[in-house]
């Protein structure tokens, strides 16, 4: 592990092990720099020693602390609104990610930044939700047509103009096109069976509302982030899963049976691999749990994906001109995915030729601009 790699990973065992030990640390400002881009700002003032930063970069952290508070306590509360005016119709929501960790596990709440808040409801209970939705100010915002969201595992999101709040209303956990969305593991059956009380408010116990039992929820996340690499914001997958590992009673038994379908044991093993390799769960503990998994992923695929991670996560490195953020993507998905070892290899540079998600791969004018942004045009 090198030092940058130390340093964010000092700051993560922090907080997914709730370290008592107050005393502050010092991470390089090339590092915080990355923390706060990656939206692990609102943390940072509680833990580092900002002696050496300049007056700048120790006022930015301020107000990233203060920024994140507000906004947590913004949406937080927007959470409890929401949640109220659906139990009056019988209606029992289920909080998926970020919400549903950040007040039951996170040191403090706010560490946790969401850009939308998602919730599950029963796909008869949508009307309802909506009209409610429509009652509280919010209204429906997407620049994609109203034909996508019609086979989407959420209707068009919801955006409250006057406070910019947004909510996702789900009624599956992944669309139609993920290769998740037809397992077992995230049936609607599964998910009703591991629905567990969610306690948002220790001060409000009237309020019914569930999230994922810890075992698909460690699932959910590693598949909802692997399944296309994602680096701003990318941490919070790995965070969100150590938190659970280590502060609430696990039945792995169970866990790998979620894991070993097709795809989903890939993602899950990639991410929890990581948090070994990274001293964020217990090793000894956890090692064994690991090897019940029945990955597809070869020697070569868990390297390339630990390289990704490792650089462009954990180190916040920035997309260069040839290992740009779309050509990283195309390797990301070939080296997770279930096709044999030795065609990956020979299909890499094939696939990032003609990237095989474009329409326009075999388009001449297409190829010809890509050369140019190659030689000409900045790293980005």
Not at 21 to 27: K, L, M
Not at 81 to 91: S, W
Not at 125 to 140: A, D, F, N, R
Request: charged fraction near 20%; glycine fraction near 2%.
């Amino acid at each position: 592990m090198n030092s940058q790699n130390s340093e964010i990973c000092t700051l993560l065992k922090r907080m997914v092990f709730k370290d008592s030990d107050e005393s502050p640390f010092t991470i390089s400002p090339n590092i915080t720099e990355w923390a706060i881009q990656t939206r692990l700002g609102s943390c940072l003032i509680d833990y580092l020693d900002t002696n050496h930063f300049d007056k700048k970069l120790t006022t930015s952290l301020n107000a990233e602390s203060l920024t994140a508070k507000f906004w947590f306590q913004t949406q937080y509360q927007a959470t409890l609104e929401l949640i109220a005016e659906l139990n009056k119709n019988n209606i029992t929501p289920t909080l998926l990610k970020g919400m549903s960790i950040s007040t039951e596990l996170y040191p403090k709440a706010h560490y946790r930044s969401m850009r939308d808040i998602d919730i599950l409801v029963k796909d008869h209970e949508i009307e309802i939700v909506e009209s409610i939705m429509l009652k509280l100010g919010y209204t429906q915002s997407s620049h994609l047509p109203l034909s996508f969201y019609e086979t989407h595992h959420h209707t068009i999101p919801w955006q409250h103009k006057k406070n910019d709040i947004w909510f996702e209303i789900h009624r599956k956990l992944f669309p139609q096109t993920s290769a998740c969305s037809n397992t077992k593991t995230f049936q609607l059956s599964t998910i009703n069976n591991e629905k567990i009380t969610s306690i948002i408010d220790d001060k409000n116990d009237s309020l019914q509302v569930y999230r994922l039992s810890n075992e698909l929820q460690i699932i959910y996340i590693a598949a909802h982030w692997a399944e296309s690499f994602k680096q701003i914001g990318g941490l919070f997958a790995f965070i969100d899963t150590a938190l659970l590992i280590n502060n609430t009673p696990i039945n792995w038994k169970k866990l790998t049976s979620f894991a070993n379908y097709p795809y989903i044991a890939n993602y899950t093993y990639i991410v929890l691999a990581n948090l070994i390799k990274n001293n964020l769960i217990d090793s000894l503990t956890n090692l064994q749990h690991l090897n019940q998994i029945k990955h597809s992923l070869s020697i070569v695929d868990v390297w390339v994906l630990n390289k990704i991670i490792s650089r462009y996560l954990f180190n916040g490195k920035s997309f260069g001109k040839f290992l740009s953020v779309d050509n990283i993507s195309i390797l990301w998905n070939l080296f997770i995915s279930n096709k044999n070892p030795f065609k990956k290899i020979f299909l890499a540079p094939i696939y990032i030729i003609f990237p095989p998600r474009s329409e326009q791969r075999f388009n001449i004018s297409f190829q010809l601009s890509r050369i140019k942004n190659l030689l000409f045009k900045s790293a980005g």
